[in-house]
């Protein structure tokens, strides 16, 4: 990590929803929450609690020093609107194939 660059990852104790134009994506009571310096806190969800049926791989690839490459996930209505860590770097191992979506409903 870079001095002063810190990620963490801890179980969420709250349940989170996905809702994309009225149709839930995802319900998790099993997500982790990713806190990064700089960025606001990520919810990464398992597959398992995420409607990927509805989901279209992406031809989009982003690379980030602390996380390693991301893939992505369409809708017909939403580029991109979800990515996962299929190989994250050992530093946050814990997201690897959890699923995490720009706009979530966190529910306390």
């Known amino acids: 990590m870079t001095t002063g660059h810190r ?11 996905v809702v994309h134009g009225g149709q839930v994506l ?3 009571d099993r997500a982790l929450v990713l806190r990064e310096t700089g960025c606001p806190p990520r919810y990464y969800i398992p ?4 409607r ?3 989901l279209t791989p992406s031809e989009t690839h982003t690379y ?18 979800v990515w996962a860590y299929p190989e994250p770097k ?18 306390r």
Not at 64 to 81: E, I, M, Q, R
Not at 92 to 100: M, S
Request: aromatic content about 8%.
């Open 7 to 17: 990620i963490t990852i801890e179980a969420s104790d709250a349940r989170v929803r």
């Open 26 to 28: 995802a319900e998790s």
């Open 47 to 50: 597959p398992r609690d995420v």
């Open 52 to 54: 990927l049926d509805l």
């Open 64 to 81: 980030c020093p602390f996380k390693g490459t991301a893939s992505y996930w369409s809708l017909p209505d939403a580029a991109d609107l």
């Open 90 to 107: 050992p530093d946050v191992a814990g997201i690897k194939d959890h699923l995490c979506f720009y706009e979530v409903e966190v529910e």
